[in-house]
């Protein structure tokens, strides 16, 4: 786990193999879940809202990643709640890991 801080170093890497492209850099707001988490689903609405605050910010892209979740599960999370934050699945942790060890939020 990475100290408060620190630059992760294949972040742009671990981003480009999810599919997301920091490409012109940016600056990141990654926010970690798991659609059964109850603090986590308390937590979406609060920054769904800071992300549309932000909109126009072209230079900031906010991100959720579904620790241990499939794509497929977090397709119907975001249709169901109507979440317009891109979200992207990390079922290994890999990403996930780089930031904490156990615990979510």
Not at 23 to 33: A, E, H, Q, S, T
Not at 74 to 81: G, I, Q, R
Request: glycine letters at 6%.
């Amino acid at each position: 786990m990475l100290p408060v801080g620190s630059n992760v170093p294949e972040i742009d890497t671990l981003l480009a193999e999810l599919g997301v492209r920091m490409d012109p850099p940016k600056i990141g707001v990654l926010n970690v879940l798991a659609s059964w988490c109850g603090p986590c689903l308390a937590e979406m609405p609060h920054l769904q809202e800071f992300a549309e605050k932000y909109v126009d910010h072209k230079e900031i892209l906010f991100l959720v990643v579904g620790r241990e979740e499939s794509q497929e599960t977090l397709d119907a999370f975001v249709s169901k709640n109507g979440y317009r934050i891109p979200f992207i699945a990390d079922p290994e942790r890999r990403l996930y890991f780089e930031f904490a060890k156990e615990s979510i939020p």
